[in-house]
């Protein structure tokens, strides 16, 4: 008789931490509309996507920078992005750091740097993000709206300053994050290698690079940009790069490429049906046997 009331009442707790979590529906439709990089995920995923982004803003703390007002969808924009990347690892990824800040705009950085003859150079320089291993992540709200791409089509801050945070787990921005037990290093590290190789020769003969060629600037920023170019635009990366796609897909546990051809191939198959339907009803051919493909009625009608 006692047991049930308690359970009750535990389960009613339960829902309460559940409901509290949970982005609302508004923010996330109003959040998630525009951010292409989610382009490649069924119901299932989005749904799960939208929890854990609840999770994350439970967990994280913002701050804005004057004179930027937080609003639940800016936090709604980066809090979806950076689960994006973490959608198949996990909240735990994100651990050892609890502050994200955001400028209206790109901000200054004070830039020290010693060259090979122990020259120390300073400078200031502009940046649309930051990120450092157990400090915060810093992101300019101008670079990180949805829609913008402002590297290039392909780029997303958001998802690049997020990247190094994975980078950054095992202690150093070294390009490579701690990888899964059932990944290879030395792959990783072949495939990495050869594109980052090819990616600063092209660099340095002026040739047109597939990606950005800031990636070419470190090892660390190689694998920021790839992972941008990999949920925004999986099959440049795929085209360019195969053998770092696949690492990513590995790493990531994701792989946009495949999914959205899946997606494109049952939204052909949905688009086929009612076709097919007008065949037997209005237009029945003189000869089933010729009768055309359902892709090729599409554009007859
Ligand atoms: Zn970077």
Redesign the pocket.
Known sequence: MTRHPLRRLRRARRAVVVRRRRLPYSVWRRASARLDCLHHLGPQERLRLRLLSGDFLAEKRFTAIDPLELSDTIRAVIAIQACLLILELGLDWYRGWREIIVYPDSFLVDVTVTDEAGVEHHWREARG???WGAGPVILSWRDARPGVHPHGPGSNVVI??FA?KLDWLDGQADGRPPLHADMDPTAWHDAFQAAYDDLRRREAHHHRTPIDP?AATAP??FF??VSEVFFERPGLLARAYPAVYRQLAAFYRQDPLLALKQRHATAEKGRGAPQRKTIHHAQRPPCPARRPAPRRLQHEH
């Open positions: 993000g930051e990120a690049h300053e190094h800031y660390g920023e920021a940009v």
